[in-house]
C-alpha cells in the first residue's frame, strides 16, 4: 500500500514520540518511585531515631527520679522503720506521683526489705539484679530489662497479669512452640542510698512495665508525628515488641482493638531477632501497608529482647506519587500534542512542493511536458530542488523537440536496418543449409575413396584423401555451427521436452558417432554415466550440447591421452563432467571462452573452428535450467561441467523458446 510522503513524516514523529514518551514514562516512574521511597524511607529513619530517643528520655528520667528520691527522707525512715506502714504508704505516695509500677528498697547485701505494692512481698535477694549490683557499688544504673514471672508475682501489684500475653495468630510469624508470653520488660533504674557517713546502706530501684504501656507508644507517636492524620487515619505507628510479640502498640485491628499479641513477619524476625541488625522497607502491618523501620531492643546487658518499630503509612506517599505520575503524564501528554501539531504542519509544509514536484515528474514519466513548479517562499534546500526541476524540465522539453525530429530520421534507417538484419539471418540459414548438405556429399566421397571401396589408392592418394576428409569434417562442423546459430538467433531453435534417457539417448550415441577419432588419436574414455538415466529434455538440442563438448575434448586434448566423462546426483540436480587432459586455459581467457566467435587454441589444433560451439552449448544448457561453467589448470587439464535439473523440475520449462 502506498504512503504519502506527508505521512510517513507524521508517522515517524509519532514513532519518535511513543518511543521518547514511553522511555520518559519508565524513566519518570523509576524516578518518582525511587525518590518517593528514598524519601519515606528517610523519614521513617528519622522518626524512629525521634522514637528511640523518647525511650531514651523516658530511661533518664526514671534514673534521674531514682537518683533524686534516694537521699529523700522517706527513703532515710523507710531504712529505719522498714515494716513501719506509714513509711510504705509514703513511699507509695512518691510511687504514684512519679508513675513508677513498682518501687522497692533492699539492703546492702541486696535482700529486699521494702516493697510499695501488695502484697509487699520482702526478704528475696537480687545480688545478681545487674541494677541492685550496679546501685550497691554506687553507681546510678538505668535501662531496660526482661522480668520473668516470679519476679513480676515479688514485685506485687497487677504486674505479672498485665505482663501475660496470649499469642494472636499472624500471617507470616515464624512458627514458635510457645503460645503465650508470661515474662515483661521494663525500664528500671537504681540509685545507691548512703547513710549520713556516706556509707551504702543499700539500693533504690524502680521501674515502669512495657507491657500494654499503650501511654508510652501513644506519646512517642504524638511527639514523632504530631498526631498527623491521613484519610481519617494516623500517619504513623509505633509498637514494641518483647522478642517478636506486640506488647504495646497503637497499630489496631480490622475492629479497632489495638493488635497486642501479634507478631512480627518471619522475615524481620530473622534480620532483626536473629541477626541484630536494623530492617528498613515497605510492609503490610496487620491490615495495611507501611513504610517501615524495625530496630532491636537491647536490655542492660546488650542481648536482644526486643524490637522497637515504627512506620508511616504506605498510602500517603502511593498518593503523592500517583498523584506526580499524573501530572509528570499530563505535561508529557502536552507537549506530545505539542510536538505532534508541530511536526504535521512541518510535514505538510515541507512535502507541499514535494507533492508538485512528484505530479510534474509523474507527467514528464508519462510522456507529458512538465509544468513549471512554482517556488517555495523560504530558501531551502527545498527550493534548490524546486530550481534544479524546473530547470530540468526545461532542458527535457528542448531535448523531446530534438529527439522526435531525430527520431523521425532513425525510422528511415531503422526500418532498413531490420530489413539488412532479416536478410542477414535468411542469408545465414540458407547458405548454412546449402553448405551442409553440399560439403556432406563431398565428405561422403572422400570417405567412400578413403576406405577404398572404389579401389586401392597410393599412399600419397591416400594422405591426400585423408586432409580432404579432415578438413571437409571441419567444414561440416562449422556449417552446423552456422546453421545452429541461424536458428538460434531467429528464435527457431525450441526446446521439445521430453522423457529422455541421458546415458542411453545422448551419452552413447555421441561416444559412438566419435569412436573413430577417439581411436586415431589413441584417447582412453573414463565413463561414469549410469546404464540408464531417466531425465525430461530435448534429446536433439542436448546431442548437440554434448557432441560440442566431447568434440572440444577430442580435439584439443592430448594424443593417447584421456577422457573422463563425469557425473554426480546432487540433491536438486544431476551434475554432468567432460574433462580432458589438454594444455588447459589460463583464468582470463576461462572467463570469456562462452562468447560467440571465441577461438584460443590455433596453435594447438590447426583445424578450423568457427568459435560457436561452447556459446550454442551454453545456450542449450541455460534454457534447460541447468548451468555450465569451465574448471583448468593450465598447462595440465581442463574440466567442463554442466548441472541439469531432475525431477519435476524440468517441467517449469518444458516449452520455452531457446532465446
Excluded at 516512574?29 to 525511587?34: D, G, P, T
Excluded at 508511616?312 to 503523592?320: H, N, P, Q, S, T
Excluded at 502536552?334 to 507533492?355: I, K, M, P, Y
Excluded at 591426400?464 to 545452429?484: C, E, F, P, Q
Amino acid at each position: 500500500m502506498r504512503l504519502e510522503l506527508s505521512k510517513r513524516i507524521f508517522l515517524n514523529f509519532v514513532v519518535v514520540i511513543a518511543a521518547f514518551c514511553i522511555l520518559g514514562a519508565l524513566l519518570g516512574a523509576s524516578l518518582i518511585n525511587r525518590n518517593i521511597l528514598n524519601e519515606a524511607q528517610r523519614r521513617v529513619r528519622l522518626d524512629l531515631r525521634s522514637g528511640w530517643s523518647v525511650i531514651h528520655s523516658e530511661i533518664n528520667q526514671i534514673g534521674l527520679f531514682v537518683s533524686a528520691l534516694g537521699p529523700g527522707r522517706r527513703v532515710a525512715n523507710a531504712y529505719g522503720a522498714p515494716g513501719s506502714q506509714a513509711v510504705r504508704a509514703a513511699l507509695e505516695a512518691a510511687r504514684q506521683k512519679i508513675g513508677f509500677d513498682f518501687l522497692s528498697l533492699t539492703d546492702a547485701g541486696g535482700r529486699v526489705i521494702l516493697r510499695t505494692l501488695e502484697p509487699y512481698n520482702a526478704g528475696d535477694y537480687l545480688p545478681n539484679d545487674a541494677f541492685v549490683s550496679g546501685a550497691l557499688k554506687g553507681k546510678t544504673t538505668s535501662g531496660l530489662a526482661i522480668l520473668g514471672p516470679e519476679r513480676l508475682r515479688s514485685e506485687g501489684g497487677n504486674l505479672e497479669e498485665r505482663a501475660f500475653m496470649a499469642f494472636e495468630p499472624t500471617a507470616k510469624a515464624k512458627r514458635r512452640a510457645k503460645t503465650a508470653e508470661s515474662a515483661g520488660i521494663a525500664i528500671i533504674a537504681a540509685a545507691p542510698v548512703r547513710d549520713a557517713t556516706g556509707d551504702i546502706i543499700g539500693a533504690l530501684y524502680a521501674g515502669v512495665l512495657l507491657n500494654r504501656n499503650h501511654a508510652l507508644v501513644d506519646k512517642i507517636r504524638s511527639i514523632v508525628f504530631e498526631d498527623e492524620k491521613y484519610n481519617d487515619r494516623h500517619v504513623g505507628t509505633v509498637t514494641i515488641f518483647q522478642w517478636d510479640t506486640r506488647i504495646a502498640t497503637n497499630v489496631t485491628l480490622a475492629n479497632g482493638n489495638r493488635a497486642i499479641g501479634t507478631r512480627v513477619s518471619e522475615e524481620v524476625y530473622d534480620k532483626v531477632l536473629e541477626n541484630d541488625s536494623s530492617w528498613y522497607d515497605r510492609a503490610f502491618v496487620v491490615n495495611d501497608w507501611y513504610i517501615s523501620a524495625y530496630d532491636p531492643i537491647h536490655d542492660i546487658s546488650g542481648q536482644v529482647i526486643g524490637i522497637l518499630y515504627v512506620g508511616v503509612l504506605a498510602e500517603k506517599y502511593d498518593d503523592m506519587r500517583r498523584g506526580l505520575w499524573k501530572l509528570y503524564g499530563g505535561f508529557c501528554a502536552a507537549a506530545a500534542v505539542f510536538v505532534l501539531g508541530a511536526g504535521f504542519f512541518f510535514s505538510r509544509r515541507l512535502t507541499g512542493s514535494l507533492r508538485q514536484l512528484a505530479k510534474a515528474a509523474d507527467q514528464i514519466a508519462r510522456g507529458k511536458p512538465g509544468k513549471k513548479v512554482t517556488e517555495p517562499a523560504h530558501n531551502d534546500e527545498i527550493l534548490d530542488l524546486t530550481r534544479t526541476f524546473n530547470t530540468m524540465a526545461e532542458s527535457l522539453r528542448d531535448r523531446e523537440e530534438k529527439l522526435i525530429n531525430a527520431n523521425t530520421k532513425l525510422e528511415h534507417t531503422n526500418t532498413s536496418l531490420q530489413r539488412l538484419n532479416t536478410n542477414y539471418l535468411d542469408m545465414l540459414g540458407f547458405v548454412s543449409h546449402e553448405l551442409k548438405n553440399t560439403l556432406g556429399v563431398i565428405y561422403t566421397s572422400a570417405r567412400t575413396l578413403d576406405t577404398g571401396m572404389v579401389g586401392t589408392l597410393s599412399e600419397p592418394q591416400a594422405t591426400l584423401v585423408r586432409n580432404i576428409s579432415k578438413s571437409i569434417g571441419a567444414a561440416v562442423s562449422m556449417t552446423r555451427s552456422y546453421l545452429d546459430l541461424a536458428r538460434l538467433e531467429s528464435g527457431e531453435m525450441r526446446l521439445a521436452m521430453t522423457a529422455t534417457d541421458m546415458s542411453k539417448d545422448i551419452g552413447t550415441p555421441v561416444l559412438e558417432e566419435f569412436k573413430q577419432p577417439i581411436a586415431e588419436k589413441g584417447i582412453t574414455i573414463e565413463n561414469a554415466l549410469p546404464e540408464t538415466l531417466p531425465i525430461t529434455a530435448d534429446p536433439v538440442l542436448l546431442q548437440i550440447a554434448y557432441r560440442n563438448l566431447i568434440s572440444n575434448a577430442i580435439k584439443y586434448g592430448r594424443p593417447n591421452g584421456k577422457i573422463r566423462i563425469g557425473f554426480v546426483r546432487e540433491e536438486k540436480s544431476f551434475r554432468f563432467e567432460v574433462w580432458n587432459d589438454g594444455k588447459g586455459l589460463s583464468p582470463d581467457k576461462t572467463a570469456r571462452l562462452f562468447g560467440k566467435f571465441v577461438r584460443f587454441n590455433q596453435e594447438i589444433d590447426t583445424s578450423r573452428s568457427a568459435g560457436l560451439g561452447l556459446f550454442i552449448t551454453r545456450e542449450i544448457i541455460t534454457k534447460h535450467g541447468g548451468k555450465i561453467w569451465v574448471e583448468s589448470e593450465e598447462g595440465k587439464w581442463i574440466n567442463f561441467l554442466f548441472t541439469l535439473p531432475k525431477g519435476e523440475q524440468n517441467d517449469k520449462i518444458m516449452g520455452r523458446p531457446l532465446c
